[in-house]
């Protein structure tokens, strides 16, 4: 989300855009992820992802109830993480959870960062998963040069490794990663 275009297109000062998603943040509306890096600084160019504790409440403000094909992977991507999310809360864990996306737009949804552990998880809302739904790890895992998991989270009901890559449904793969 990237609040001075909010601003400009809602004609309010971008400082106010900003304070509005604050209190959203504040009162557990929604939840900011921010975006991966390994300093600081990167971090705070970067836009950050905006998730809502409820995809009902998404789905009243845009005013579109249906679950139609160009909505399921945005609407799967906020119940991993709102289950992520309230999975770490309920066993009182510190953890970070982030994004990752580059300027050429591999991304992926998720980075946790729970016990010591970097998880990259990617979501996908389908049934059949292909190579091409890899690439976000493999550029993460270039940038990232450390050992971590690579999960990918999809909508099937067969676990697979593919390429060092762990496919689960995505309820069992958040009972793999300790959630």
């Not at 946790?112 to 190579?131: P, S």
């Amino acid at each position: 989300l990237d609040l001075s275009k909010l601003a400009a297109q809602a004609q309010v000062p971008r400082q106010s855009a900003v304070r509005y998603f604050e209190i959203l943040e504040d009162t557990l509306i929604v939840y900011r992820c921010e975006a991966f890096s390994s300093t600081e600084r990167k971090r705070l160019i970067q836009h950050p992802k905006y998730y809502f504790f409820d995809t009902g409440v998404l789905n009243g403000i845009l005013g579109n109830f249906t679950a139609s094909l160009e909505r399921i992977g945005f609407l799967f991507e906020h119940l991993v993480c709102t289950q992520l999310l309230s999975s770490v809360l309920a066993k009182d864990l510190d953890c970070r959870l982030s994004h990752y996306r580059t300027e050429h737009g591999a991304e992926v949804d998720f980075i946790l960062e729970l016990d010591g552990e970097v998880v990259a998880i990617e979501v996908k809302a389908t049934r059949n998963i292909g190579t091409a739904d890899f690439r976000g790890l493999h550029s993460f895992s270039e940038f990232f040069k450390k050992p971590h998991r690579k999960i990918l989270f999809y909508l099937g009901d067969i676990e697979k490794h593919i390429n060092g890559i762990e496919i689960f449904p995505w309820q069992l793969g958040l009972k793999k990663i300790g959630l």
